[in-house]
């Protein structure tokens, strides 16, 4: 390897790590490893112990985080970790590091991505993506990006805390949950709902469990992972009716976020849903996506597609990476 660099891309679940081939002609993710949460109490132990086990000295990196970047001082909004942005460097032996969001990662990712790993929900797979690019997607939280361009200077992405604006619920079972989710959290943000925790919170509220303060356990909620289990075994009707509503509120959202974007293009990422893409690609999210009463014609010309690359994090995180030099 020619000029190694160092990728990251660390979530509020995973830390992935992996190399890249500045020198290579096109972004490539090389010697990747996954750390899961509890391994190692903060990123630069996660970051030192992932170079040790490569044996490589790379002076370039850039890290995808789920989290804003402001300043030197990142504060994770999903994971118990923080860090500083030169320490890191410092600790690392790196001449650049580049701290970009997880979403904006995920943006920069998307016009690499080939028809092999995009699949479509509505609209054509045309061979050159039409901007402007809404990046939208539930993992541990909810994350929402925008890319927009080409022009002479390449793309531009625009990172977003877009997951946290207000949900707001249309119909009787959507203020059951608000409700529900207002007594144990306060404020409902859309995250609240659309991520691991949401789809639980969304199934508790709808199962009549009685809502603890945040602060407190909260008893007889089950897994995102077990509700996805059982309402694909088609004899769980609590869970179907949960994974039901999720699907539609994840419409209504992303919809709302092409309106506020002006996006032509919508892309679907972040890990929940390719756990059950096939239960999601014939759910009701785009009747929900194109329900925005006058403007219904104007959402049906917006093509739609999720996200299947193994790791479009990291694959962003090495263009980022590439385009700085």
């Known amino acids: 390897m020619e000029q190694p660099g160092l990728i990251g891309d660390i979530g509020g679940t995973n830390a992935r790590f992996a190399l890249t081939d500045l020198s290579a002609p096109s972004p490539e993710i090389l010697h ?10 903060s990123l630069q132990d996660a970051a030192l112990h992932y170079l040790s086990d490569v044996a490589v000295k790379p002076k370039r990196a850039a890290l995808a985080v789920a989290s804003p970047i402001h300043g030197d001082e990142v504060v994770f909004t999903n994971r118990a970790w923080s860090f500083s942005r030169g320490a890191v460097q410092r600790a690392l032996a790196l001449d650049e590091l580049q701290v970009i969001n997880d979403f904006g990662a995920i943006a920069w ?30 993992g541990t939280g909810l994350g929402v990006a925008l890319l927009v361009g080409p022009r002479a200077q390449g793309w531009r992405v625009v990172e977003t805390e877009g997951g946290h604006a ?21 404020r409902v943000s859309n995250e609240r709902l659309l991520s691991g925790d949401g789809l639980s919170h969304i199934d508790a509220a709808l199962r009549g469990v009685v809502p603890a303060a945040l602060s407190a356990p909260q008893p007889g909620t089950r897994t995102a992972k077990e509700i996805v289990a059982a ?27 092409a309106l506020l974007h002006g996006a032509r293009t919508v892309m679907i990422a972040g890990g929940v849903v390719l756990h059950f893409l096939d ?16 403007y219904r014609d104007y959402m049906q010309r917006i093509a739609v597609q999720v996200i299947t690359h193994a790791n479009p994090g990291l694959l962003g995180a090495a263009v980022a990476l590439r385009n700085s030099a």
């Open 32 to 41: 990747e490893r996954t750390f899961g949460d509890g391994e190692f109490a």
């Open 109 to 138: 990712a998307a016009p690499q991505l080939d028809a092999s790993v995009r699949v479509v929900m509505h609209g054509q797979l045309a061979a050159s993506l039409q901007p402007p690019i809404t990046l939208i997607g539930p």
């Open 166 to 186: 207000s949900f707001a619920p249309q119909d009787k079972e959507e203020h059951q949950v608000a409700r529900w989710i207002a007594a144990r959290c306060g």
């Open 231 to 257: 309402a694909l075994q088609d004899n769980d009707a609590d869970a179907k009716r949960a994974l039901d509503l999720f699907c539609r509120v994840f419409g209504g959202v992303a919809g709302d976020a």
């Open 279 to 294: 239960y999601f690609l014939a759910s009701e999210f785009m009747r929900r996506f194109s329900d925005k009463g006058r």
